[in-house]
Protein backbone atom coordinates (compact mmCIF):
# COMPACT_ATOMS: atom_id res chain seq x y z
CA UNK A 1 0.00 0.00 0.00
CA UNK A 2 1.02 3.62 0.02
CA UNK A 3 2.64 4.79 2.95
CA UNK A 4 5.13 7.58 4.44
CA UNK A 5 7.76 6.56 7.13
CA UNK A 6 9.43 9.53 9.30
CA UNK A 7 12.16 9.68 11.48
CA UNK A 8 10.45 9.40 14.81
CA UNK A 9 11.43 12.58 16.93
CA UNK A 10 11.86 14.75 18.81
CA UNK A 11 14.87 16.14 17.48
CA UNK A 12 16.83 18.79 19.61
CA UNK A 13 19.13 21.08 18.17
CA UNK A 14 21.15 23.60 19.06
CA UNK A 15 20.99 26.42 16.87
CA UNK A 16 22.99 27.19 13.96
CA UNK A 17 23.44 23.23 13.71
CA UNK A 18 22.35 20.99 10.31
CA UNK A 19 19.33 19.72 9.97
CA UNK A 20 18.04 16.67 8.50
CA UNK A 21 14.49 14.66 9.36
CA UNK A 22 14.42 11.52 6.98
CA UNK A 23 11.53 10.60 5.24
CA UNK A 24 10.87 7.32 2.75
CA UNK A 25 7.97 6.30 1.06
CA UNK A 26 5.95 3.65 -0.37
CA UNK A 27 3.95 4.71 -3.63
CA UNK A 28 2.56 3.50 -6.26
CA UNK A 29 2.56 5.50 -9.63
CA UNK A 30 4.38 8.98 -9.74
CA UNK A 31 3.08 10.51 -6.55
CA UNK A 32 3.97 14.32 -5.41
CA UNK A 33 5.41 14.87 -2.41
CA UNK A 34 5.49 17.62 0.16
CA UNK A 35 6.42 18.71 3.29
CA UNK A 36 4.40 20.68 5.60
CA UNK A 37 4.95 22.07 9.12
CA UNK A 38 2.46 23.50 12.27
CA UNK A 39 4.25 26.06 14.37
CA UNK A 40 2.86 25.56 18.01
CA UNK A 41 -0.37 27.07 18.14
CA UNK A 42 -1.05 26.91 14.50
CA UNK A 43 -2.30 24.77 11.70
CA UNK A 44 -0.10 23.43 8.83
CA UNK A 45 1.66 24.86 6.12
CA UNK A 46 3.19 23.72 2.99
CA UNK A 47 6.99 24.31 3.44
CA UNK A 48 7.81 23.08 0.17
CA UNK A 49 7.13 20.41 -2.60
CA UNK A 50 8.24 18.55 -5.61
CA UNK A 51 6.36 16.85 -8.07
CA UNK A 52 8.70 14.92 -9.98
CA UNK A 53 12.07 12.65 -9.64
CA UNK A 54 15.06 14.78 -8.95
CA UNK A 55 12.49 17.92 -8.50
CA UNK A 56 14.74 20.18 -5.33
CA UNK A 57 11.76 22.11 -3.21
CA UNK A 58 12.98 24.64 -1.19
CA UNK A 59 11.43 27.39 1.09
CA UNK A 60 12.77 29.71 4.11
CA UNK A 61 16.24 28.27 3.76
CA UNK A 62 14.93 23.92 3.72
CA UNK A 63 15.40 22.04 0.61
CA UNK A 64 14.46 18.36 -0.19
CA UNK A 65 15.20 15.96 -3.19
CA UNK A 66 12.72 14.20 -5.17
CA UNK A 67 14.53 10.78 -4.68
CA UNK A 68 12.92 7.95 -6.93
CA UNK A 69 15.55 5.55 -6.63
CA UNK A 70 15.89 5.47 -2.86
CA UNK A 71 11.92 6.98 -2.42
CA UNK A 72 13.22 9.43 -0.10
CA UNK A 73 12.10 12.95 0.42
CA UNK A 74 14.55 14.13 3.31
CA UNK A 75 14.48 17.80 4.46
CA UNK A 76 17.30 19.51 5.36
CA UNK A 77 18.78 22.73 6.68
CA UNK A 78 22.01 24.09 6.74
CA UNK A 79 21.39 26.31 10.26
CA UNK A 80 18.37 26.28 12.19
CA UNK A 81 16.98 28.69 14.74
CA UNK A 82 14.80 28.70 17.60
CA UNK A 83 11.64 30.09 15.52
CA UNK A 84 12.31 26.77 13.54
CA UNK A 85 10.96 24.73 16.39
CA UNK A 86 7.54 22.83 15.17
CA UNK A 87 6.00 19.35 13.99
CA UNK A 88 7.50 18.79 10.63
CA UNK A 89 5.14 16.32 8.15
CA UNK A 90 6.06 14.61 4.98
CA UNK A 91 3.38 13.51 2.85
CA UNK A 92 3.12 12.19 -0.47
CA UNK A 93 -0.26 12.85 -2.82
CA UNK A 94 -1.38 10.32 -5.22
CA UNK A 95 -1.59 10.61 -8.94
CA UNK A 96 -4.51 10.50 -11.02
CA UNK A 97 -6.56 13.74 -10.83
CA UNK A 98 -7.64 13.55 -7.47
CA UNK A 99 -5.30 13.75 -4.58
CA UNK A 100 -5.32 12.78 -0.70
CA UNK A 101 -2.36 13.23 1.21
CA UNK A 102 -0.78 10.88 2.66
CA UNK A 103 0.97 11.74 6.12
CA UNK A 104 3.74 10.72 8.16
CA UNK A 105 3.09 10.66 11.41
CA UNK A 106 5.31 13.72 12.57
CA UNK A 107 9.21 14.88 13.38
CA UNK A 108 8.72 17.16 16.76
CA UNK A 109 12.01 19.79 16.21
CA UNK A 110 13.35 21.36 19.25
CA UNK A 111 15.48 23.91 18.84
CA UNK A 112 17.50 26.10 21.71
CA UNK A 113 19.91 28.52 21.92
CA UNK B 1 -6.80 36.40 0.46
CA UNK B 2 -8.74 34.84 3.49
CA UNK B 3 -7.13 31.50 4.68
CA UNK B 4 -9.49 28.42 5.37
CA UNK B 5 -11.20 28.76 8.64
CA UNK B 6 -12.62 26.58 11.15
CA UNK B 7 -14.54 26.74 14.45
CA UNK B 8 -15.00 26.07 16.81
CA UNK B 9 -11.37 26.07 17.49
CA UNK B 10 -11.70 23.61 20.62
CA UNK B 11 -14.63 21.49 22.08
CA UNK B 12 -15.21 19.30 24.20
CA UNK B 13 -18.56 17.21 24.80
CA UNK B 14 -19.63 14.43 26.75
CA UNK B 15 -19.53 10.82 25.30
CA UNK B 16 -22.82 10.37 23.13
CA UNK B 17 -23.40 14.09 22.54
CA UNK B 18 -23.37 15.29 18.89
CA UNK B 19 -20.84 18.16 17.61
CA UNK B 20 -20.93 19.87 14.63
CA UNK B 21 -17.08 21.40 12.82
CA UNK B 22 -17.76 23.75 10.06
CA UNK B 23 -15.03 24.81 7.60
CA UNK B 24 -14.77 27.25 5.27
CA UNK B 25 -12.36 27.59 2.57
CA UNK B 26 -10.49 29.97 0.32
CA UNK B 27 -12.95 31.43 -1.44
CA UNK B 28 -12.78 29.39 -5.73
CA UNK B 29 -11.04 26.45 -4.69
CA UNK B 30 -13.40 23.66 -5.89
CA UNK B 31 -11.19 21.20 -3.74
CA UNK B 32 -12.00 20.71 0.24
CA UNK B 33 -10.65 18.12 2.65
CA UNK B 34 -11.39 16.79 5.83
CA UNK B 35 -8.20 14.97 7.73
CA UNK B 36 -7.80 14.25 11.47
CA UNK B 37 -5.15 13.58 13.84
CA UNK B 38 -6.12 11.07 16.48
CA UNK B 39 -3.51 10.48 19.81
CA UNK B 40 -0.78 12.40 18.10
CA UNK B 41 -0.26 9.53 15.08
CA UNK B 42 -0.45 10.43 11.24
CA UNK B 43 -2.61 12.55 10.30
CA UNK B 44 -5.58 10.86 8.27
CA UNK B 45 -7.24 11.58 5.24
CA UNK B 46 -11.50 11.49 5.79
CA UNK B 47 -12.76 12.78 2.56
CA UNK B 48 -12.78 15.20 -0.03
CA UNK B 49 -15.34 17.37 -1.75
CA UNK B 50 -15.26 19.10 -5.22
CA UNK B 51 -17.90 21.64 -5.13
CA UNK B 52 -20.96 19.83 -3.50
CA UNK B 53 -20.02 16.34 -4.69
CA UNK B 54 -18.24 13.88 -2.34
CA UNK B 55 -15.64 12.56 -3.92
CA UNK B 56 -13.75 9.85 -2.51
CA UNK B 57 -15.36 9.56 1.25
CA UNK B 58 -12.92 6.67 2.11
CA UNK B 59 -11.42 7.75 4.83
CA UNK B 60 -14.44 7.97 6.79
CA UNK B 61 -14.37 5.81 10.14
CA UNK B 62 -17.77 4.73 10.53
CA UNK B 63 -21.60 6.13 9.61
CA UNK B 64 -21.73 8.40 13.38
CA UNK B 65 -19.60 10.99 10.98
CA UNK B 66 -21.94 12.98 8.75
CA UNK B 67 -19.77 15.64 6.05
CA UNK B 68 -22.25 17.71 4.15
CA UNK B 69 -20.76 21.10 2.01
CA UNK B 70 -24.17 23.52 1.41
CA UNK B 71 -23.82 25.42 -2.53
CA UNK B 72 -20.36 24.07 -3.26
CA UNK B 73 -18.75 26.68 0.29
CA UNK B 74 -18.52 25.92 3.47
CA UNK B 75 -18.64 22.66 4.54
CA UNK B 76 -19.76 21.08 8.40
CA UNK B 77 -18.30 17.77 9.86
CA UNK B 78 -20.70 16.28 12.26
CA UNK B 79 -20.21 13.21 14.70
CA UNK B 80 -23.29 11.69 16.39
CA UNK B 81 -23.11 10.45 18.94
CA UNK B 82 -19.29 10.93 20.07
CA UNK B 83 -17.57 8.42 21.18
CA UNK B 84 -13.96 8.74 23.04
CA UNK B 85 -12.00 7.81 20.36
CA UNK B 86 -13.42 10.36 18.03
CA UNK B 87 -11.04 13.05 20.21
CA UNK B 88 -8.30 14.20 18.03
CA UNK B 89 -7.58 17.59 16.42
CA UNK B 90 -9.64 18.14 13.09
CA UNK B 91 -8.29 19.75 9.83
CA UNK B 92 -9.74 20.98 7.16
CA UNK B 93 -8.26 22.02 3.94
CA UNK B 94 -9.16 23.39 0.32
CA UNK B 95 -7.51 23.74 -2.96
CA UNK B 96 -7.81 24.97 -6.56
CA UNK B 97 -5.08 22.38 -7.59
CA UNK B 98 -4.41 19.53 -5.37
CA UNK B 99 -1.07 18.14 -7.09
CA UNK B 100 0.33 21.55 -5.78
CA UNK B 101 -0.38 21.14 -2.49
CA UNK B 102 -3.30 21.90 0.13
CA UNK B 103 -4.17 24.85 2.24
CA UNK B 104 -5.14 23.70 5.72
CA UNK B 105 -7.05 25.62 8.44
CA UNK B 106 -5.75 25.58 11.93
CA UNK B 107 -7.74 22.84 12.77
CA UNK B 108 -10.69 21.98 16.10
CA UNK B 109 -9.15 20.03 18.81
CA UNK B 110 -12.13 17.85 20.07
CA UNK B 111 -12.01 16.13 23.20
CA UNK B 112 -14.60 13.40 23.91
CA UNK B 113 -15.06 12.91 27.49
Known amino acids: GNSVTQMEGPVTLSEEAFLTINCTYT??????LFWYVQYPGEGLQLLLKATKADDKGSNKGFEATYRKETTSFHLEKGSVQVSDSAVYFC????????????FGAGTRLAVHP | EAGVTQFPSHSVIEKGQTVTLRCDPI?????LYWYRRVMGKEIKFLLHFVKESKQDESGMPNNRFLAERTGGTYSTLKVQPAELEDSGVYFCASSQRPEWGYTFGSGTRLTVV
Open chain 2, 27 to 31: SGHDN
Open chain 1, 27 to 32: ATGYPS
Open chain 1, 91 to 102: ALGLSGGYNKLI
